[in-house]
């Protein structure tokens, strides 16, 4: 271990009292405009200020990376790769306190936080290989003297636009292979959780990266809104919820801009008579109740298959009941609070909801207090049963620790009833048959799928998205369509003739 590993987060970089910006290169705080409060949900606390980015600072961030573009786009491969090297050794370095930073504003536990920067670091290890995957194709004489080759350049500027649930791990998604690619970036965080990237950038110019090259700007909906105003960003990834993704993709467009926009997820868990009952509930709580359900692929529909429904219900209502709610700092802890007072409640009205749209509230989670927090935004895991697609609480993305059962005769009804919801994110099979598996992953429209896997996450070198409602956009994100995203194709036909031609001129095609 690092000897830095072991100071105290107090000490960190990371902890401010008022947040600012990143822009070329330096932390900078705003003499004035408007600002927010960012939590501790643990003890559901202001514990800092976070400026909320107006139009000053917005150009001045993208001025600072439009003018940091020519140099570093110009770089060779090999050596701009050499800073994401030395990049991955500084985030080792300070893991467990960029972790801290991470729960400390989230909510989530260290373990899971931990998890989620060894998942943004492997983004940072697939970008050291952009040598190879920036090589374009060849073709010797594609006709007579003539040879042609493709090559993929950046595009300039480029836009992250990201959600609270993975504050380190979706920026990672985006700027590492943007950068690698010869990009320059603004990152525009979310407003609930944005000390750990802010020191993510910080850590980037320590390994030698050029001012300028990764910027971050924070705010809220009105400092996206004056982001995509400016014609000097070429490119915006989007990560959030559906709502604003198809906003955000729709104005992109409008204004000439490439983009990508992940949305929000219902994602189903389809549990067979035959499947292993123990693992499937073992993986149904780990999923749906894991950073308190706030997790894009988190598992918020049991699809229970005939008679797999009873034994189903009874077993994940027994772990429902015993998982250990408190802060995520804390040794032991399942599952830590909700980020926001104002979250809580939404999730809260949708158990309400739940209950007056008839479906059987199996665990209820909502007089969960925890000792010495009286005050931090808490809410025990739930459970609602006989719940049908016509409900909203099945319907709509809760984003919070409840997960429905929805009860169905077979496998057929199984798929067609995950076809049929609007979003189309992660959807799993757990079972022992390898013909059912095989039937439900050609068949489901879903963009990742699991058999006996509850969270099927794809690795940084395949790419991570959804389908329907869940994203809108052509390619996913990170892995090869990242790369695909981040940069533009240029076709070259080159012939270099001995003598100057001296025959008739041709227009032929
Ligand atoms: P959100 O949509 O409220 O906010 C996301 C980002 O957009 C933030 O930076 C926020 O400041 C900004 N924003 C919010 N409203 C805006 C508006 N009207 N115009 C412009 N910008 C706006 O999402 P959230 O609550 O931070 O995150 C949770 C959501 O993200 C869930 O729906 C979850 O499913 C989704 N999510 C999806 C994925 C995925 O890969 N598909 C991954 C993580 C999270």
């Not at 000490?11 to 408007?34: A, N, V």
């Not at 400092?223 to 604003?244: C, K, M, N, Q, W």
């Amino acid at each position: 271990m690092h000897s830095s590993s072991r100071q105290p987060l107090e000490s960190y970089p990371g902890i401010r009292l008022r947040i600012g910006h990143y822009i070329g290169g330096k932390t900078m705080l705003q003499q004035e405009g408007r600002n927010g409060p960012v939590y501790d949900p643990s003890i559901g606390q202001q514990i800092a200020q976070l400026d909320f980015a107006g139009v000053p600072e917005v150009q001045a961030a993208v001025q600072s990376a439009a003018a940091a573009f020519p140099a570093w786009s110009e770089l060779p491969p090999p050596q701009r790769v050499r800073v994401l090297f030395r990049y991955r050794e500084l985030l080792l370095r300070d893991q467990s306190r960029l972790a801290g930073l991470i729960t400390r504003e989230h909510g989530k536990t260290l373990a899971d936080a931990g998890g989620e920067l060894q998942r943004g670091l492997e983004v940072v290890e697939f970008a050291c290989g952009i040598p190879h995957l920036l090589k374009g194709g060849y073709s010797d004489r594609v006709a007579s003297g003539v040879d042609s080759w493709s090559l993929r350049q950046p595009l300039g500027v480029c836009l992250g636009i990201t959600p609270f649930n993975f504050p380190a791990m979706v920026p990672m998604w985006m700027y590492p292979i943007a950068i690698a690619c010869g990009n320059t970036f603004v990152l525009k965080p979310s407003e609930k959780d944005p000390s750990c990237p802010l020191r993510l950038a910080e850590l980037f110019s320590e390994a030698g990266l050029p001012d300028g090259v990764l910027n971050v700007i924070n705010g809220d909906q009105r400092t996206v809104e004056y982001l995509l105003g400016d014609e000097r960003i070429a490119a915006v990834s989007f990560v959030g919820s559906t709502p604003v993704a198809e906003h955000i993709y729709a104005e992109a467009g409008r204004r000439g801009k490439r983009a990508q926009a992940l949305g929000g997820a219902k994602n189903h868990l389809v549990v067979m008579p035959d499947a292993d009952l123990a693992r499937a509930v073992d993986a149904l709580t780990g999923s749906a109740y894991g950073s308190a359900g706030e997790r894009c692929m988190a598992i918020s529909v049991a699809v229970a298959v005939g008679q797999a429904a009873d034994p189903l219900v009874k077993a994940l209502a027994v772990k429902a009941r015993s998982l250990h709610i408190g802060p995520g700092t804390q040794p032991g802890v399942d599952m830590g609070p909700l980020v926001t007072a104002s979250h809580r409640e939404r999730v809260l009205s949708y158990i309400d909801l739940g209950l007056k749209e008839g479906a059987q509230l199996v665990v209820d989670g909502r007089e969960c207090r925890v000792d010495g927090h009286a005050h931090g935004f808490y809410l025990g895991a739930c459970l609602f049963d006989r719940v049908t697609p016509a409900m909203r609480i099945y319907r709509e993305e809760i984003f919070g620790p409840v997960l429905v059962v929805v009860r169905v005769p077979d496998i057929d009804s199984a798929i067609a009833l995950v076809n049929q919801h609007a979003y189309g994110n992660g959807a799993v099979i757990f079972t022992t048959s390898g013909n059912t598996a095989n039937l439900f992953m050609r068949n489901v429209q879903a963009g990742m799928v699991g058999i006996n896997v509850p969270i099927p996450v794809p690795m940084a070198f395949h790419s991570f998205g959804g389908w329907k409602r869940s994203l809108f956009g052509p390619l996913h994100i990170h892995g090869t369509d990242g790369v695909r995203f981040y940069t533009r194709l240029k076709t070259v036909s080159q012939r270099w003739p001995e003598a100057s031609g001296q025959g008739p001129v041709s227009l032929g095609f």
